[in-house]
């Protein structure tokens, strides 16, 4: 895999990069339910000058917009920048995972590599020893892998 190409998907494992996604969203809500609750004390229970009920609320109302709006600005930015940073330890299981499958399946395997800057780089090296050797061990013993018996199974 080039170390240059570009990812083409969003999620690589929904399982983890969902739950990851879930988790910020989680704290945004507790962070914003935390800027209500301090907002509404400190504009109307605690808000000293005007003792009018309606300039306070109204207050309320118009700082609590701006919050929220800032909120809803921040949460993007925060799921966008989780799934990037995820990207960079999930990609390389994915790619791991799909190259020991290939083998499990007795199909030879490329040796792979990881992208500038993902995780797991230390695992390329042990699963490539690996894969060469079975690869070797397979060319030495000339037994026909699954897709080899398949194809020979489709022209007899």
Same mark, same amino acid.
């Given at each position: 895999?080039?170390?240059?190409?570009?990812?083409?998907?969003?999620?690589?494992?929904?399982? !983890?990069?969902?739950?990851?996604?879930?988790?910020?969203?989680?704290? +945004?809500?507790?962070?914003?339910?935390?800027?209500?609750?301090?907002?509404?004390?400190?504009?109307?229970?605690?808000?000293?000058?005007?003792?009018?009920?309606?300039?306070?609320?109204?207050?309320? +109302?118009?700082?609590?917009?701006?919050?929220?709006?800032?909120?809803?600005?921040?949460?993007?930015?925060?799921? !966008?920048?989780?799934?990037?940073?995820?990207?960079? +330890?999930?990609?390389?299981?994915?790619?791991?995972?799909?190259?020991?499958?290939?083998?499990?399946?007795?199909?030879?395997?490329?040796?792979?590599?990881?992208?500038?800057?993902?995780? +797991?780089?230390?695992?390329?090296?042990?699963?490539?020893?690996?894969?060469?050797?079975?690869?070797?061990?397979?060319?030495?013993?000339?037994?026909?892998?699954?897709?080899?018996?398949?194809?020979?199974?489709?022209?007899?």
């Amino acid at each position: 895999m080039s170390k240059h190409k570009l990812r083409r998907r969003l999620f690589i494992d929904r399982a !983890i990069q969902g739950a990851l996604v879930g988790r910020v969203a989680l704290y +945004w809500l507790c962070g914003a339910i935390l800027q209500v609750l301090l907002l509404a004390y400190f504009s109307i229970i605690a808000g000293a000058g005007s003792s009018n009920i309606h300039e306070k609320s109204s207050e309320f +109302w118009t700082t609590l917009g701006m919050a929220a709006l800032s909120s809803a600005v921040v949460l993007p930015l925060l799921v !966008i920048d989780i799934v990037l940073l995820s990207h960079r +330890w999930v990609g390389p299981i994915h790619r791991l995972k799909t190259a020991m499958q290939g083998l499990a399946r007795g199909e030879k395997v490329s040796e792979i590599s990881f992208r500038k800057g993902d995780f +797991w780089q230390d695992l390329a090296g042990p699963f490539n020893a690996v894969a060469r050797r079975m690869n070797s061990l397979a060319a030495a013993s000339h037994e026909p892998s699954p897709m080899e018996e398949a194809e020979a199974a489709v022209h007899a």
